[in-house]
């Protein structure tokens, strides 16, 4: 007679097969005894409290702020178009002599603004000590009128 074709391989994918519907089963059972089936919909229902937290009571009244639409500002932050008038003084800390652009970093908040030649009278190394007028272009602050100092 034959042997069996059953080898160990096929019964351990077996056994495997077996506790993975037993496991299965069990959670099964699990949800259904955990169910809100009946409850309502107020065991459903989430809050947001004052704070920004979710909970399951509702908010203080007390605590309630009030918000106007217009206060609320959708999309991207909006520059002015408009120009500063206040002069500002600055540093040249980067500039690219092949695109024509650099940064000045600003000698009072250290930050720091574009600049593309156009908005200079002359030829604009790294290093030099610059005054610019500030203008607000679509990506941002852009300085323009630039002078350098002695």
Same mark, same amino acid.
């Given at each position: 007679?034959?042997?069996?074709?059953?080898?160990?391989?096929?019964?351990? /994918? &077996?056994?495997?097969?077996?506790? *993975?519907?037993?496991?299965?089963?069990?959670?099964? =059972?699990? !949800? $259904?005894?955990?169910?809100?089936?009946?409850?309502?919909?107020?065991?459903?229902?989430?809050?947001?409290?004052?704070?920004?937290?979710?909970?399951?009571?509702?908010?203080?009244?007390?605590?309630?702020?009030?918000?106007?639409?217009?206060?609320?500002?959708?999309?991207?932050?909006?520059?002015? /178009? &408009?120009?500063?008038?206040?002069? *500002?003084?600055?540093?040249?800390?980067?500039?690219? =002599?092949? !695109? $024509?652009?650099?940064?000045?970093?600003?000698?009072?908040?250290?930050?720091?603004?574009?600049?593309?030649?156009?908005?200079?009278?002359?030829?604009?190394?790294?290093?030099?000590?610059?005054?610019?007028?500030?203008?607000?272009?679509?990506?941002?602050?852009?300085?323009?009128?630039?002078?350098?100092?002695?």
């Amino acid at each position: 007679m034959a042997k069996s074709k059953q080898t160990f391989q096929k019964s351990e /994918k &077996e056994k495997k097969k077996k506790l *993975k519907q037993k496991e299965k089963e069990e959670k099964r =059972t699990a !949800r $259904k005894a955990n169910s809100n089936k009946g409850k309502g919909l107020e065991s459903m229902m989430a809050y947001v409290d004052h704070n920004g937290q979710l909970s399951d009571t509702p908010p203080d009244p007390k605590l309630r702020v009030e918000i106007k639409a217009e206060d609320i500002l959708l999309g991207a932050r909006t520059f002015s /178009k &408009e120009t500063s008038t206040d002069i *500002k003084t600055g540093r040249v800390a980067i500039y690219n =002599t092949d !695109r $024509k652009f650099g940064f000045i970093k600003d000698s009072i908040s250290q930050e720091k603004i574009f600049f593309h030649i156009s908005g200079a009278n002359f030829d604009i190394q790294e290093g030099d000590s610059v005054s610019y007028e500030l203008t607000f272009g679509v990506k941002g602050p852009n300085a323009v009128n630039i002078i350098k100092l002695n």
